[in-house]
């Protein structure tokens, strides 16, 4: 299990990311009323629909802190899969919404020149959506958690977008009327790329996806040269939410005793641990060698006992005829 002081880290990330949607929501809102850009009241609908997405990651990431118990012995890790796959869906729904109003009311020529003031508003939500995902991406990264990551990205479209509504009210101040919706549109469609990528990312870890590859590497590294005399036979790992379960069946002599076999599983599990904190369930299974002298002989065994097995099922001969 993380230390206490990340899973605090954590929850403060979440309960911030919240309320600064919540303020960003009703800043925009305002703003984008009395300036009368379109682009500016989109993406203020968007971070609304930021606040009720993450009250929603804010409970799974609690939730997710629970202990294993009888009914869910591995935890509660995969809830926040639930959450960030949420968090998708109800981007890619918000997107297309905006995209098609923004696209209906373009076509209808009614368009509105937002007031000089609306790009301020546009700079300040940059700004602060970016300190925002950079906050939380490194909190995520030192936990693990899928949902402060799945939340990290959406600041950062957060971020990107403003700037595209920050071109799009300039523009028009200097001219180009449509560049105030033609800005909305394309927020909305950077805001459904986001979306898909967080819910198929979400969808990989409810499937028991795997580890990254590289980790995976890093581990089978980290045997090869603490343990030169294990060969590795099998070695997977799957997503838990925050936690990692690693599978390692490892090939050894028939000479090592249960006694060693298991001091050997204890040290495994410690060099595992500290090298990749996030693999909490680490399962290990031993094989002996091919070609061991033991191994021929339950082999040999294991024919003799399938010959006579043969025997003794055969049919009896018939007698000769008179």
């Known amino acids: 299990m993380k230390p206490s002081k990340c899973q605090d880290c954590r929850d403060r990330a979440a309960w911030l990311d919240m309320f600064t949607a919540l303020a960003l929501a009703v800043f925009k809102t305002a703003l984008g009323v009395l300036s009368g850009s379109m682009a500016l009241q989109a993406h203020s609908l968007h971070s609304f629909g930021d606040f009720l997405t993450k009250g929603i990651n804010l409970a799974s990431v609690k939730l997710s802190s629970r202990p294993a118990n009888s009914a869910f012995p591995y935890g509660y890790g995969k809830v926040q899969f639930l959450s960030a796959n949420f968090i998708g869906i109800s981007l890619m729904i918000g997107a297309a919404t905006m995209l098609w109003y923004n696209i209906s009311h373009l076509g209808s020529g009614h368009v509105q020149v937002p007031e000089v003031w609306a790009v301020f508003g546009a700079l300040i939500s940059a700004g602060t959506a970016e300190l925002m995902h950079r906050y939380l991406r490194c909190v995520a990264e030192h936990t693990n958690s899928p949902a402060i990551m799945a939340a990290a990205a959406d600041n950062r479209g957060d ?9 799009g009210i300039v523009l028009s101040i200097l001219g180009w009327v449509a560049a105030d919706h033609l800005a909305a549109i394309l927020v909305s469609v950077l805001v459904l790329r986001i979306g898909a990528v967080i819910a198929w990312d979400s969808i990989h870890g409810l499937m028991d996806g795997s580890v990254p590859s590289h980790r995976i590497d890093g581990i089978r590294q980290l045997l090869a040269a603490h343990h030169p005399g294990v060969s590795v036979v099998d070695l997977r790992g799957r997503r838990m939410g925050e936690t990692w379960e690693v599978d390692l069946q490892l090939s050894i002599s028939s000479q090592v005793t249960v006694e060693e076999c298991h001091a050997l599983t204890r040290e495994l599990e410690s060099r595992i641990a500290r090298e990749e904190p996030h693999a909490c369930h680490i399962r290990i299974r031993f094989i002996p060698q091919s070609g061991d002298p033991a191994r021929t002989v339950v082999m040999d065994a294991a024919a003799a ?12 001969p018939r007698p000769a005829g008179p």
């Open 159 to 167: 971020a990107y977008s403003s700037l595209a509504v920050l071109a």
């Open 305 to 316: 006992v399938d010959e006579f097995a043969h025997l003794v099922e055969a049919p009896a």
